[in-house]
């Protein structure tokens, strides 16, 4: 779990514009001398590049109505998992996005947060003239109004790769046989690797559905990286969690996430940030009223 406090050099306040350039270069500098290399979509846990993949649909408008608020909060659930990247693309629309949400010092903070960890472009979005706005808290606090038109799945799922529309193919077919609803097994799905057939995480959750090895052993997956076997073993699994869960999809998504014995210890979604934004993000793509608004 992350907190995102401020970094300690975006208390000066009121830098002049060569003392902020210096701070922030020597930042970067430092976390080069760590080795801690600039993260990238291509670097990102799977979980953080299906988010940054989905902001930029919303984003660009790809195969879905043109969303720049969606973006954000898709871009913040990445961010929240330690996304530099995630970080960087909410600096950019806050600095250089649509004029109704631009708020250059808010932006200045993200920005900030991108370059501490590691992003070396974030760095030629500041604007020197205004001073970091204090970022409170996560990304999710930010003042967007609400969401009101639901996830067009099909629409999404349309501007995908051929690769990929195969493989959601796939699990409408297998689905039903499984007990799963299709809406919320192609929702798991894409929270977990935006139906990517090769995305391993780094705790080695590999595949579409990302099963740990150990959940493969339970259900059965011989062959992870195979998409019809990898979502097979991942619609058993969500079998097997419906009727733990007496159907709730709220706490069989919590359990997929974070694993049944957290929320079974915690008497409902457990208190991980990551596990409660992964959830509301499942219920929104699945069209499911509740905690799943975003």
Known sequence: MHEFASPAFLAVGNPSAWRLRHLLFACVALLAAANVRAQTPELEAPHAVAALEQGQAAEMGLGIQRNTRL??????????????EGFFRIGRILARGPLHLRNPALANAYL?????????????YFDESVPFA??????????????????????????????????????RRHAASYGSEVRVALAIALAESNLNAEAVSPKNAQGVMQLIPRTQVRFGVTRPFDPESNIKGGLAYLKWLKA?????????????????????????????????????????FAGIEGSGSI
């Open 71 to 84: 973006a954000i909060r898709l871009y913040c659930d990445a961010a929240i998992t330690g996304s530099a």
């Open 112 to 124: 900030a947060q991108a370059a501490q960890l590691g992003h070396h472009v974030a760095i030629d």
């Open 134 to 171: 204090p970022l409170e808290g996560d990304c999710s606090k930010l003042d967007l109004g609400p969401l009101t038109e639901p996830f067009d799945l099909d629409g999404y799922l349309s501007a995908l790769s051929p690769a990929r529309r195969r493989i959601a193919d796939l699990i």
């Open 244 to 284: 733990r869960f007496d159907g709730d999809w709220e706490l069989i998504a919590a359990a997929y996430n974070a694993g049944e014995g957290a929320v079974e210890k915690y008497g409902g979604i457990p208190p991980y940030r990551e596990t409660e934004i992964y959830v509301k993000r499942v219920l929104f």
